[in-house]
C-alpha cells in the first residue's frame, strides 16, 4: 500500500510560480509511474502530467504544456510539479497518484494523495 502526501499548494497571482511536492511511503516508488491531476470546482478530475519510473519520460496535457514541469527524486520517494506563468484556470485541487501502467486515464492510477489546493488569483 503506497501513501501519498501532497503539499506545496497556496494563493499566488496570475504569471507567478509554485511548486507542488508528493511525498510517498509505504512502497517501491521507482516502480511507479506518477501523476498530476487536478479538479476545479464543478468540474470533472483531469490529466495535468505524468512521469515515468525512471524519470525519463514525461508528459503533459495540452493545457500546461510549456508551462509545468513534473519531476522525480526516487532518492527522495518524491515527485514535484513546478508551475509557471499561472492563469487563474490553473485554480484546482491538485492530486498526486501513482500507478503501474502508462496512460492518462484516472482509472489506471491505484493509488491518490488527499489533495493540495492552488488558487490563482486574478
Known amino acids: 500500500q503506497v501513501q501519498l502526501v501532497e503539499s506545496g499548494g497556496g494563493l499566488v497571482q496570475t504569471g507567478g510560480s509554485v511548486r507542488l511536492s508528493c511525498a510517498a511511503s509505504?512502497?517501491?516508488?521507482?516502480?511507479?509511474?506518477m501523476g498530476w491531476f487536478r479538479q476545479a470546482p464543478g468540474k470533472e478530475r483531469e490529466f495535468v502530467a505524468a512521469i515515468n519510473q525512471s524519470g525519463g519520460g514525461t508528459d503533459y496535457a495540452d493545457a500546461v504544456k510549456g508551462r509545468f514541469t513534473i519531476s522525480r527524486d526516487n532518492a527522495k520517494n518524491t515527485v514535484y510539479l513546478q508551475m509557471n506563468s499561472l492563469k487563474p484556470e490553473d485554480t484546482a485541487v491538485y492530486y498526486c497518484?501513482?500507478?503501474?501502467?502508462?496512460?492518462?486515464?484516472?482509472?489506471?492510477?491505484?493509488?491518490w494523495g488527499q489533495g493540495t489546493q492552488v488558487t490563482v488569483s486574478s
Open positions: 509505504g512502497g517501491i516508488f521507482r516502480r511507479y509511474r
Open positions: 497518484a501513482a500507478g503501474s501502467i502508462s496512460g492518462r486515464a484516472s482509472h489506471l492510477y491505484d493509488y
